[in-house]
Structure formats: structure tokens, C-alpha cells
């Protein structure tokens, strides 16, 4: 029965009926305490009178609640009224996949989009160990974000056994669940053969109901019909549906297979993940529609024996799975004029950490691929993290080796031979075998950016984050300048020997505008550069073709090495590659032997929420987006953040944290580095930008909360970030990076910036400086033990010092608004500190840890309120995409 306008479910005020269905009624509805619409489902009144249901309907909200995915309709509260039980969730704007359908197929690209999403987010489900067990169009919603998965009403744990509860939607029109113990669960038209015998289901049932989705999206029919339950049950028992290829010809033959094989009536012919689909689809959507099979080969269903003999005579399109401890990699063998693509998917806790340490790398043969390896403590070390070990991962075994001894390295690269690993830690140079074995000190490299090892025995490489390449014997020694950099240029690195093992590539940077870095070209006798007019980074060589990066997409073009001159015109081969710095470093390599990888990954969405001191947390600051840097102004009333859209647009927002309203502070800045500072009151916000924000030069500017206003200069200097604003507004602390120091604290007067004091520039790096209330303290972060911990000093005079944290509390976070606490993150957790002045001096109390999830830092905190910036995605690595063959996508 359709309930009125008004009736309220606990803080929902319901608005209007969305629709109906076997597992309930669903409303928009109004959320009076975040002011924001929802949809809330009521659920039947028949379920409420089984205790098994309602005991299992609070455990699988749970677990359901727990599925952050973007293709994943999230679900924000759950409770019971007057005997009803409902279900918040996000409100949806778009149409459903049923109602789509009723228009007549879709395209194929959108077939392959869409199908793509939907078996990501029933992956990421399954990796919770959740199956939905109710896949079917009405279940989908197409938004102008893409497909969303929703309705987990009949999900169940993977980790339950026995029975299953009653309701049962076996039409999509249907109002009336039965509640009879022990019914078969789903729609039937989507139901696996293992489903209607009452088996339990696991992840290849829902696999199953993606096959028949997926035939429904691109033929506008259903897979399987029947005019009664009983032909409907035969026929997805033992029928097979016609061919997608005869339905619409145009298909690619390749999606027909794909979509048989979801089809299979024993699960253990089916694709056995639903990454795995997911994979396949993205393949044929990127090779085009000349990939797939002989239709003629898809017309009967294959015996297993019949697959296997078909296999061989397309083996190059079918994927296996080679299994082992480290990892999980598709691989098949390929024509040897075929493109052939698989994914690397390493194992959760297992992957490849952020490029911001160093780009992945294959060895020479093309036999192994190198990495920073991720661990929970994994990110950039002046904000709170410490790289992995390195690790090397072998194709042929799918083996994983961790090269003991490498803990903190960044930026690895291969000798020339492929029995050696140079790489940096420790403001060194250092080297290993590939093997492992003992780690050789080469040289000093205080900062690490990228090297390249000729087989002459010379490595070049960036020592520092500003100036000029080094070299040295790959035996060690004291480094000298491999090449010169001018007034004009701000930094060399990445570099990359050519053939000769003479000349090298390399990436050159502009002082004023970093983000129009090039390609040059030097050589170990001439350390004059000369550039190459290419617009890019990270420059590689193989097979005749230069490889580079540019604004996130893989770009290849021929390359007369000989001559060291581009030739013809730029083909792009990848986009949204995997990068920090767009055009520094991403995770992008391509082997002498001619193998390429790269990882794709766009930004991970997060949610600003309000948390107790207990994790608990007590609702949502805003909507979700693709968040980073988030500051909150000195009074405690608003806050300011950078949003980047997967575009590679970047701007400033500041939001009232009393109502969670946002206001857009800058257009479009297309440089990959940016910090937003508030003033004490947030009238005023303190943009940090390398170059590019609008066309205005690198340096730091102050911006009104109006876009449209044109932002005033305060210190052009490209080394300098604003990170902090005192108080009272006269004193903005910032840090530079510079040669010798590294990263340093210093401060400008908000009316006289002209002068830059220094604070800290000592030989280790210090940073995140935060200012009490008073103004009288600064709280910092140094390395100077080894690891970054986090310090109180006097201000300005730094006379004495306290150290705060002993065991990597590494970054301060905010003072409370009293000045008596400061909160700190760092090592996967946050944490807060009591400080009491007494006659001038500190007393700091016992560092106690407040919340210690990775995925929800702490930004800021005041009291028992704490204010955290919570990932929403999943923390598994993409994929890592292996090409062979991959000069067939650069033919005319």
C-alpha cells in the first residue's frame, strides 16, 4: 500500500513513490537531519513476522553497508518503525536498465561500458564475500555517472551454509513476496541452473545472471523464456539462447563468447571471476570489433573437450589463470601478429604502491616486472606514509619476490643485464641483486627522482627534486653533473638510456610552469640537453618508438634513435594512466624486448563525515567527490579542499561545515599540484600552485570565496606552498623544497611576503608546519631519526624543542581551537596529544591513537568531534594492463 507525503521513518520524511516491487516499496524521502533526499525502502510486513529474517536482515545490512564502490548504490542508515523495517540509500538520478530496455537493445560501446561496471561492482561484492543472488536489469540504474549496481535485498554472505530465507521476485511486476521457509531466492528469467535446484549459490550464480544481462542489453531479449515457470526452468536448465551474432550481426563475436561463457549451465565452465569478465569486456571494447571468434565457432554449446580444441584454434582470445601465492595473472598465447592484452592482478596488500614512489619497470626481457610494493603504511613520506620493500613479480611463475633490505625505497630501475636493482633510500643511492641478497651503498642521492643504468657502466640519475642529472660508476663513487640545467629550468629527471648506451632521454621542467614539461635529450659526453619539441614526461625507448606521458594518457611515437629525433605524428595508446605529477611519473614501462604495461586508476572518491573519538560516526559534511588536501579555517566553521575531476581538472571548494554547503573558490587549475589554506575566518583562502591555474604564473595567491573575482599574488615563487595562516591573519607559514635542504619550514608576513624568514633548513626534511592559536608554537614535522615524527618548537625563534611522537606519528594535523590538544596522522591511524604550557616551557601528555583505519584520516579535531575525509572506493590495486604485440596499435 502507497504511504502519503509525509510520513516520516524515524529522520525521513517521505516525499514521493518511486516504485514497487517483490522486496518492497521504495520512496524519495527527505533526511531532515543532513538536509539531503534519500530513498528509503519499506520493506514487506511479511518478512518482519520470521526472526530468521530480521536477525539475517540486520547481519547482511551490515555487510552490505560495507560495499564502497562507485557502480554500488550505497546504503547510509537501516532501522524499523511501527513493525516496518526500512532502507536508506542513495538517491539515484537516471532511469533504471529495465526501463531503458523498453526502448530496444543498447549499443555495443555502451553494452561494454555498462557490463564492464556492473562486473566491477559485483567483484568488489564477491571480494567482501557478498552475493547478490537477484542480478537483473530493474536491479541497475544507468546514471550520468554510469551504471550503478543496487537492490542486494536477497544478498547473502558467502560464509553462510544451510537454508535460505523466504521471498522470492520471479517477476520484475511482481507485488507479493511468499515467505515460505526455504524458497527458492531471485527473478527467474536471470536464475542460474544451481539456483532453481535450491544448491547454495556463490559468486559464479551472480555470473551467471550477468550472461543473461548482458544478452538482454545488447538484443533487447531475454536469454531465456518459457510461457509457464515449468518451460521458463527447462529452458534455462538445458536450452541455449540464439547467438548474439545472429540476434544483431553486428555484434563482435568476441561478446558473444564472453556471454556464453557466463551461460554455462556448470558453474565450473564459466568465467570463474567477475574481474575477469570485467577484463574482457574492457578488451573488446579497446581492441574494437574485429576481435572475437568465427561466429560459425559459437553456434552449439561445447562439450569440454569441444572448448578446449576451439581454444586452440583462437587460443589467443581466451584468457587462463595462473595461480599462486603473490598473484593472479590472464595470460593466453597470441599470433605473433595479434595484439594480445591481460591483467596483472596482484593480491590485496600484495600491489603496487602510488607512482609518486617511483614508476613500475620491466626488466629487459620482459620476463619480470619491478615495483614499489604497497603496504598499509605506503604514501608520499612528507604526508604520513612510508613506501613497501621492493618487489619484483615473475611471469613465467607468477611467483613474487620481496627484496629484503629495501624497506623505503623509491623510484627502482634495472641494470642493463637484468641481474641488478638500483634504487634510493636513505638519501642514497643503493643497488641489489634481483635475486636479493646484500644492499650496496653507490652514493649520496638525498632525494631521489628517477635513474637509468648504460650498459657502459654508468648510471645516470636525479639526485635531488631540483637541479641538474648526476652519473656515476654502477660501482660507485663520487657523483659528477651529467647534465646542465639553465635559469630557465627547473628540474631533470626520469632519465632513460637510448640503445647506444651513450645518449639518454630525459624529462626537463620549466621554473615557471611546470606543467609544460619536455622531453631532451644529453649524453655522457655533452651535458648540454637539447629538447625534442615533445610535450610530455617519463620518456621511454623500444622497437623504434618513443613512449611518454602527457595530461594522463599514454602517448607513442616513432623515434629514430640513431638521430635522437622524433618522427611522424603522436599516437595515443592508453588514457587515464596512473600518475602523480601528470607529467613526472606514472605507472607506465615498456621493456627492450617490446612488452608494455601500465595501470590505469582514476581518482578515489571520499566523504567528509563527522566521528567521535570512538569511530563511531555521527553523519556526513557534504556529498561525495574526488577529495584531496582538506584544511579547516582557525575558527573551526568552514573548510577548504581540492576536488580533481577524472578529466584531470582541478579546483578549490570551501565548505560551511554547520550545513555542509560548498562554494566553488577557483576555476579551472590544470597544474598537478595545489594547496588551499583558509584564513582564520575563511574569508580568505591561500592557493599554492606550480603554474597553470588559470593561466596565472606559479606561486602563492589569495582568493576570495568568489570564483569570479580575480585572485591577488602574494609570493611568486615556485618553490614555495602555503600550509598554514595564524590566527590573528598576519603570519602565513609555508615550505619549500630546495637543493641541499630538501623540504624546509619557513614564513612571510601577510602584508610583507617579499621576504621569506626560515624557520627549519637543516639537512633533514621538515614540513607541515601548524601554528598554535596563540601563535607562540609550531608543531612540524622532521626525519631527522630516520622516520618522520612530529615536533613542537617555539615561534618564530625555534630556541627549544619538544618531540611529540616516537613511532611514526610523521605529519600535525590541527590545534585544537583552546591550543590544549594537537592532532596528528601518520603510519595508517591518527592521533591526538594533550599540551599544557607551564612558565614558558611545554608539558606534552601520552600520544594516544584516536582512530587507526587507513582509509579515514583524521583532518581535523576539536573536542569530541573529529572531522575525517573517508575513502569510499575499494583499497585493491587496479589491475596492471600487459601488452604484447602492441605495435599492430600503432600501424596505419
Not at 564502490?69 to 513493525?83: A, E, F, K, L, R
Not at 663513487?477 to 637510448?498: C, D, I, K, Q, Y
Not at 556526513?620 to 584531470?648: H, L
Request: aromatic share 8%; with cysteine.
Amino acid at each position: 500500500m502507497t504511504l502519503e507525503s509525509g510520513t516520516r521513518f524515524g529522520a525521513y520524511e517521505l516525499i514521493s513513490p518511486i516504485g514497487a516491487g517483490g522486496m518492497g516499496e521504495v520512496y524519495r524521502a527527505r533526511d531532515s537531519r543532513l538536509g539531503r533526499d534519500v530513498a528509503l525502502k519499506i520493506l514487506p510486513s511479511g518478512f518482519a513476522a520470521s526472526e530468521q529474517f530480521r536477525v539475517r536482515f540486520d547481519r547482511e545490512a551490515r555487510a552490505i553497508a560495507s560495499l564502497n564502490h562507485p557502480q554500488i548504490c550505497t546504503i547510509h542508515d537501516v532501522g524499523s518503525q511501527d513493525g516496518r523495517h526500512y532502507l536508506v540509500m542513495e538517491l539515484l538520478e537516471g532511469e533504471s536498465l529495465a526501463q531503458r530496455l523498453e526502448r530496444g537493445p543498447l549499443p555495443v560501446d555502451q553494452v561494454l561500458r555498462y557490463g564492464a561496471q556492473i562486473a566491477t561492482a559485483l567483484d568488489a561484492a564477491h571480494r567482501k564475500g557478498i552475493i547478490h543472488r537477484d542480478l537483473k536489469p530493474g536491479n541497475i540504474m544507468l546514471t550520468k555517472s554510469g551504471a550503478k549496481l543496487l537492490d542486494f535485498g536477497l544478498a547473502k554472505s558467502s560464509e553462510e551454509r544451510g537454508g535460505v530465507i523466504g521471498g522470492l521476485t520471479s517477476l520484475p511486476t511482481q507485488a507479493q513476496p511468499l515467505t515460505e521457509e526455504g524458497t527458492i531466492l531471485g527473478t527467474f528469467q536471470y536464475m542460474a541452473p544451481e539456483q532453481l535446484e535450491g544448491t547454495p549459490a556463490d559468486a559464479r550464480t551472480d555470473i551467471f545472471a550477468l550472461g543473461a544481462v548482458l544478452y538482454e542489453m545488447t538484443t533487447a531479449r531475454r536469454a531465456f523464456e518459457g510461457k509457464s515457470r515449468t518451460s521458463l526452468i527447462a529452458a534455462i536448465v538445458s536450452a541455449q539462447p540464439a547467438p548474439i551474432s545472429e540476434v544483431v550481426p553486428m555484434t563482435p563475436p568476441a561478446l558473444d563468447h564472453v556471454v556464453r561463457k557466463c551461460l554455462e549451465k556448470d558453474p565450473d565452465e564459466r568465467w570463474q571471476s567477475a574481474h575477469d569478465v570485467a577484463s574482457e569486456l574492457r578488451w573488446i571494447s579497446e581492441a574494437g570489433s574485429q576481435v572475437g571468434v568465427p561466429s560459425a565457432l559459437a553456434r552449439s554449446r561445447r562439450s569440454k573437450n569441444a572448448v578446449t580444441l576451439a581454444l586452440a584454434v583462437v587460443g589467443w582470445l581466451t584468457a587462463f589463470a595462473v595461480a599462486g601465492m603473490f598473484a593472479r595473472e590472464r595470460a593466453a598465447t597470441a599470433p605473433a601478429r595479434s595484439v594480445f592484452r591481460s591483467d596483472l592482478v596482484l593480491p590485496a596488500g600484495q600491489g603496487v604502491a602510488g607512482p609518486f614512489l617511483g614508476p613500475i619497470t620491466f626488466s629487459p626481457d620482459g620476463e619480470r616486472l619491478l615495483f614499489v610494493g604497497s603496504s598499509p603504511r605506503a604514501g608520499n613520506p612528507m604526508q604520513g606514509g612510508v613506501p613497501g620493500e621492493l618487489a619484483v613479480h615473475h611471469f613465467g611463475s607468477g611467483a613474487r619476490t620481496v627484496l629484503a633490505g629495501t624497506r623505503g625505497a623509491i623510484y627502482p630501475f634495472w641494470s642493463p643485464d637484468g641481474e641488478w636493482i638500483a634504487f634510493f633510500a636513505d638519501a642514497k643511492l643503493k643497488k641489489v641483486a634481483a635475486s636479493g641478497g646484500p644492499v650496496q651503498v653507490l652514493c649520496d642521492a638525498p632525494q631521489g627522482r628517477g635513474g637509468t643504468w648504460s650498459r657502459k657502466g654508468v648510471i645516470v640519475f636525479a639526485p635531488e627534486i631540483f637541479g641538474p642529472l648526476m652519473k656515476v660508476p654502477d660501482a660507485g663513487g663520487t657523483p659528477v653533473p651529467a647534465t646542465e640545467v639553465t635559469s630557465e629550468e627547473w628540474t631533470h629527471r626520469n632519465p632513460h638510456f637510448l640503445p647506444d648506451g651513450e645518449h639518454f632521454l630525459l624529462t626537463a621542467s620549466d621554473r615557471g610552469d611546470e606543467i609544460n614539461s619536455g622531453i631532451a635529450v644529453a649524453s655522457l659526453s655533452d651535458p648540454v640537453i637539447r629538447m625534442l619539441n615533445v610535450a610530455g614526461a617519463q620518456p621511454q625507448h623500444a622497437a623504434g618508438f618513443l613512449f611518454y606521458v602527457r595530461d594522463r594518457n599514454l602517448i607513442a611515437q616513432r623515434f629514430d634513435a640513431g638521430k635522437a629525433s622524433v618522427v611522424g605524428t603522436p599516437t595515443p595508446i592508453a588514457d587515464r594512466v596512473a600518475a602523480s605529477l601528470p607529467r613526472q611519473t606514472a605507472h607506465v614501462s615498456v621493456s627492450p624486448s617490446g612488452v608494455l604495461a601500465y595501470q590505469q586508476g582514476g581518482f578515489s572518491p571520499a566523504q567528509f563525515i563527522w566521528s567521535d573519538r570512538t569511530g563511531r560516526e555521527l553523519g556526513a559534511a557534504g556529498e561525495p567527490g574526488n577529495y584531496a588536501g582538506a584544511r579547516v579555517s582557525g575558527d573551526g566553521r568552514t573548510a577548504t579542499f581540492i576536488r580533481r575531476e577524472e578529466s584531470g581538472e582541478v579546483s578549490v571548494w570551501m565548505m560551511d561545515l554547520a550545513t555542509g554547503n560548498v562554494t566553488r573558490i577557483t576555476r579551472n587549475i590544470t597544474s598537478p599540484v595545489v594547496l588551499a589554506i583558509p584564513s582564520p575566518s575563511g574569508d580568505r583562502v591561500a592557493v599554492s600552485t606550480l603554474g597553470g591555474a588559470s593561466g596565472l604564473k606559479s606561486g602563492t595567491w589569495i582568493q576570495t570565496p568568489s570564483a569570479t573575482e580575480t585572485p591577488a599574488m602574494l609570493l611568486e615563487h615556485p618553490g614555495f606552498y602555503a600550509v598554514d595562516w595564524s590566527r590573528d591573519g598576519r603570519i602565513i607559514i609555508g615550505q619549500t623544497q630546495e637543493t641541499g635542504t630538501g623540504f624546509d619550514i619557513v614564513w612571510v608576513a601577510a602584508d610583507a611576503p617579499a621576504k621569506i624568514h626560515r624557520f627549519a633548513a637543516t639537512a633533514a626534511d621538515e614540513g607541515s608546519g601548524r601554528l598554535s592559536p596563540d601563535g607562540r608554537w609550531l608543531a612540524y614535522s622532521s626525519n631527522e631519526t630516520g622516520s618522520h615524527e612530529t615536533y613542537i618548537s617555539d615561534f618564530p625563534q625555534r630556541k627549544n624543542r619538544w618531540q611529540v611522537t616516537r613511532s611514526g606519528g610523521s605529519q600535525p594535523i590541527s590545534w585544537s581551537i583552546d591550543g590544549r590538544e594537537l592532532f596528528y596522522g601518520g603510519s595508517g591511524a591518527s592521533g591526538a596529544v594533550s599540551i599544557r604550557v607551564r612558565g614558558g616551557t611545554l608539558e606534552i601528555g601520552e600520544p594516544a591513537v584516536i582512530r587507526d583505519t587507513v582509509d579515514a584520516p583524521v583532518v581535523w579535531g576539536d573536542g569530541d568531534r573529529l572531522l575525517v575525509l573517508k575513502r569510499l572506493d575499494s583499497a585493491d590495486d587496479e589491475p596492471v594492463r600487459i601488452v604484447r604485440n602492441w605495435k599492430k596499435l600503432l600501424e596505419k
